[in-house]
């Protein structure tokens, strides 16, 4: 919950306390922004697949395996 609070908060501040810019954005820039933004979701896809049994037996979804 601390965390998602913090997260919250830090992208306020950012969004509101940003100043002006005086920057230049190209095509290869927002080609950047964009395989950051799938890059990221391919890597919590990935993660989440890893840890899928884990987090449906924490949310009591699936029975522990007894092996």
Not at 6 to 25: C, D, K, N, P, T
Not at 40 to 52: N, P, T
Not at 54 to 62: K, N, P, T
Request: net charge neutral; aromatic share 8%.
């Amino acid at each position: 919950m601390f965390l998602l609070g913090f997260v919250s908060i830090s992208i306020v501040l950012v969004l509101f306390a940003a100043g002006e810019a005086h920057a230049y954005l190209d095509a290869g820039s927002g080609s950047m922004l964009i395989q950051i933004i799938l890059g990221g979701a391919a890597g919590l896809v990935v993660i989440l697949k890893l840890f899928w049994r884990r987090i449906l037996e924490v949310l009591g979804i699936a029975k522990q395996d007894t092996n």
